[in-house]
C-alpha cells in the first residue's frame, strides 16, 4: 500500500510555481504587473537567449523598503488585501502573493530596490527560493529585478521552452498589449543589443495602436464608446474597419479593469455585430476597454489571472455589440488605394537564371509563355481550358484505359462525386487540388530555391507588428528563396517587389500579412520547417477554392492528377481530401439485402 506522505518544502515550491510561471514570458507579466502596481510610468524589460539566461524588468515605481524586501519572496504575501471580502474591492493588478515566490523557487534571482524618500536602496540574492544575501546599495527610486537559468533546477520544464527567437517573440506580444492596456506607461524592451520595442507612454491609445500595428492601421480603427448607466458598465475603445482583417483573433484585445483577459463570449459579441460586414474566416481587430464596479468581477478565477468571471456576462456582451452596431452603422472608412496587385500587367522574372531577364507580358499572352510547365499551372482551372483540355487527353491517351475512377458530377460546387468500383467517393476539391500542387512543387531538387517569381508594377506595402520584429531577419532569406523580394522602407515596414509565379494572379498584402504571420506564431525551430510551410501556403492559394464551380473537362483534369498524386487522401495541412461510402454501407442504409441486383 502506497504511503501518504507531505512533500518536501523545495518540491512544493516548484510545483506550485508551475501552475503561475511556464516560460519567460509569464515570468514577464508578473514582474510588470507588479511594476504596475507599484505605480511605474517607466518599465524597461531587457532579454538575453530569450530570457530564458537573464531577463531583468526595471522600473520608476515607489519601490520596497528594505526591511519588508525578505517578506516579499514569501508565499502569501501581499500588499493588495487582507481578507478575502478584499477582492470586492480589488483595484490592482496582483493579489495572490505568488508572483515573487514561485519565481524565486526555480530561478536565481536578484532584486534591487530604493523606495521612495529612502536614503539607499537594498539588494537581495535568492536561489531556489532561499536568501543568499542582502545588502545596503546605492540604487535609483524604483525596482529592478534579474532572473537568471529560469528552471536551472527543473530540467523537466527546462526542456519545454522553444526557441530562443520565440521565446521573444512571446515576450514582445505581452508587452505589446500591456502598452494597449496601459498607455500611460512608456514600455522599453530589448533583446541582446537589440531594441525590440518601444511606447511613448503619452496616454493616447491610437497612438499606441499605431506604434504597434503602423499608421494604416490606425487610421482604419473606429472609435467605440458607451455606458450602460443601470450596472455602471462603460466600454471605451476601437475596433477595426470590415476592410481591414486579420486570420485570427490574437488581434482583438480586452482590458478589463486595467487587466488583459480572454473571454470567448466578448469576442462572439464584437465579432456578431459585424454581421456579413465581417468576410468568412476573417477577424476584425480591437482595443476594448471594459470599466466596471470590483464587485461586478471574480478574478480569483486561476492563477495566471486571465480569466475573470462577470456576476451580469449578458450586460457585458449587449454593450460591446451595441456598441459595435452603432458605428458600423455609421459612415465607414475604406481602405486606401492601391490595395491588390493590378490584373492588367506584371513583370514576370526568371529567378533561378544567373542573370534576370525581365520581360513585360499582360494577362491574355501568358499563355502563349514558352515555359510550359508553368503555364500549364497558371492555366490549370481557367474557364475557358478546351484546348488545354484536349491536350492533356492527348498526351494521356495511353494511361485511360487504367483510369479506374469515374466522375459522376460536382456537389455543391465543392465535392467532385467520383465512382471507384464499387465505392462512391466525396472529394474536397480544394484539398485534393492543393495537394497536387504541393506535390508538383517539392519534385524538383530543391524547390524552393528553383521557384519563378513575378516583379510586381506596382509594389504592394505591408505594416507590421513590432513584436515581428525579432523573427523577420531570419525569414527575409528563406521569403527570397521562395519568390518573395521584401525591402524594408522602415523597422516595421516592407515594401513587397516581387511574388512567387504561382500566386501572382491572385494575391494581395492581407494574404502576404497572414503568411507572415503563421511563419511567426508557428515558431519553427528550423529553416526546413519554414520552407515547407511555404511551399504549403502557396499550394493552397493556388488551389481550386470551395464552392468555385468547374467544368466536366476541368473536373477531368482534376480527378486524373489526384488519382497520380502519392498521398492523395490528404491535404499537405492533414485535412482529409476524400470520404468514401462502400456498396455494402450504402446497402445497408437503403435496407437491401441478398440479391444485390434486386
Known amino acids: 500500500m502506497l504511503e501518504i506522505k507531505i512533500l518536501e518544502k523545495n518540491t512544493a515550491e516548484q510545483i506550485a510555481a508551475g501552475e503561475v510561471i511556464e516560460n519567460p514570458s509569464s515570468v514577464v507579466k508578473e514582474l510588470v504587473e507588479n511594476a504596475l502596481d507599484a505605480g511605474a510610468t517607466k518599465i524597461d524589460v531587457e532579454l538575453a537567449n530569450g530570457g530564458k539566461a537573464l531577463l531583468s524588468v526595471t522600473d520608476n515605481g515607489h519601490g520596497i523598503s528594505a526591511s519588508e524586501l525578505p517578506l516579499a519572496f514569501k508565499r502569501f504575501a501581499t500588499s493588495k488585501l487582507t481578507v478575502i471580502e478584499d477582492l470586492d474591492h480589488l483595484s490592482s493588478l496582483g493579489f495572490r502573493g505568488e508572483a515573487l515566490p514561485s519565481i524565486a523557487a526555480v530561478a536565481r534571482i ?14 537581495i540574492t535568492l536561489e531556489g527560493g532561499e536568501v543568499v544575501e542582502q545588502e545596503e546599495v546605492g540604487a535609483p527610486f524604483g525596482t529592478r529585478v534579474e532572473v537568471r537559468n529560469l528552471f536551472y533546477n527543473t530540467p523537466g520544464r527546462l526542456k519545454f521552452l522553444r526557441a530562443d527567437a520565440v521565446e521573444s517573440t512571446r515576450v514582445s506580444a505581452l508587452l505589446s498589449e500591456m502598452s494597449l492596456a496601459h498607455p500611460k506607461t512608456a514600455f522599453a524592451l530589448k533583446s541582446g543589443k537589440r531594441n525590440l520595442f518601444n511606447s511613448s507612454g503619452d496616454g493616447i491609445v491610437l497612438h499606441a495602436i499605431a506604434s504597434l500595428y503602423g499608421s494604416e492601421t490606425a487610421e482604419a480603427m473606429l472609435e467605440l464608446k458607451r455606458k450602460d448607466t443601470e450596472s455602471g ?8 474597419a470590415p476592410f481591414l482583417t486579420r486570420s485570427s483573433r490574437r488581434w482583438i484585445i480586452l482590458i478589463v479593469n486595467g487587466r488583459l483577459i480572454r473571454n470567448p463570449l466578448m469576442v462572439s459579441a464584437l465579432e456578431r455585430a459585424y454581421g456579413d460586414l465581417l468576410p468568412r474566416q476573417r477577424h476584425p481587430l480591437a482595443v476594448l476597454f471594459i470599466d466596471l464596479p470590483s464587485g461586478n468581477i471574480d478574478v480569483n478565477v486561476h492563477p495566471a489571472k486571465t480569466e475573470i468571471r462577470f456576476r451580469e456576462p449578458e450586460v457585458i456582451k449587449s454593450l460591446i455589440y451595441r456598441a459595435v452596431k452603432m458605428t458600423l452603422q455609421g459612415e465607414l472608412k475604406l481602405p486606401q488605394w492601391p490595395e491588390r496587385i493590378p490584373q492588367e500587367r506584371y513583370k514576370y522574372d526568371r529567378s533561378n537564371t544567373q542573370q534576370q531577364n525581365l520581360k513585360d507580358i499582360s494577362l491574355d499572352e501568358q499563355s502563349t509563355h514558352d515555359d510550359e510547365q508553368y503555364r500549364e499551372q497558371s492555366q490549370f482551372f481557367q474557364k475557358d481550358s478546351s484546348q488545354q483540355y484536349g491536350e492533356y487527353m492527348a498526351v494521356n491517351e495511353s494511361e485511360a484505359k487504367f483510369k479506374s475512377c469515374r466522375l459522376i458530377g460536382q456537389f455543391l460546387q465543392s465535392y467532385l462525386v467520383v465512382q471507384k468500383e464499387d465505392c462512391l467517393l466525396l472529394i474536397d476539391q480544394h484539398a485534393a487540388h492543393e495537394r497536387i500542387n504541393y506535390h508538383q512543387l517539392i519534385q524538383s531538387e530543391n524547390p524552393v530555391k528553383k521557384q519563378e517569381r513575378v516583379q510586381l508594377t506596382i509594389p504592394l506595402t505591408v505594416n507590421l507588428p513590432v513584436t515581428w520584429r525579432s523573427e523577420m531577419p531570419r525569414l527575409l532569406p528563406l521569403l527570397s528563396e521562395s519568390g518573395f523580394e521584401l525591402e524594408s522602407i522602415g523597422e516595421d515596414s516592407y515594401v513587397i517587389r516581387s511574388v512567387p ?3 501572382s494572379s491572385n494575391v494581395d498584402s492581407s494574404q502576404l500579412y497572414d503568411l507572415l504571420e ?5 515558431g519553427y525551430n528550423s529553416d526546413a ?19 468555385q464551380a468547374l467544368t466536366r473537362q476541368e473536373m477531368e483534369i482534376l480527378l486524373k492528377e489526384w488519382e497520380n498524386t502519392p498521398h492523395a487522401e490528404y491535404c499537405p495541412h492533414g485535412r482529409p481530401t476524400v470520404i468514401s461510402f462502400d456498396r455494402t454501407q450504402l446497402e445497408k442504409g437503403f435496407h437491401r439485402k441478398g440479391n444485390r441486383n434486386e
Not at 110 to 123: C, D, E, H, N, Y
Not at 233 to 240: N, V
Not at 518 to 522: E, G, K, V
Open 518 to 522: 503563421m511563419l511567426i506564431t508557428a
Open 110 to 123: 536578484k532584486m534591487t530596490t530604493r523606495a521612495a524618500g529612502a536614503l539607499s536602496g537594498s539588494v
Open 233 to 240: 458598465c462603460s466600454l471605451h475603445g476601437y475596433t477595426s
Open 501 to 503: 509565379f504561382l500566386l
Open 529 to 547: 520547417e519554414y520552407r515547407e510551410a511555404i511551399l504549403k501556403t502557396i499550394a493552397c492559394h493556388r488551389a481550386v477554392k470551395a464552392k
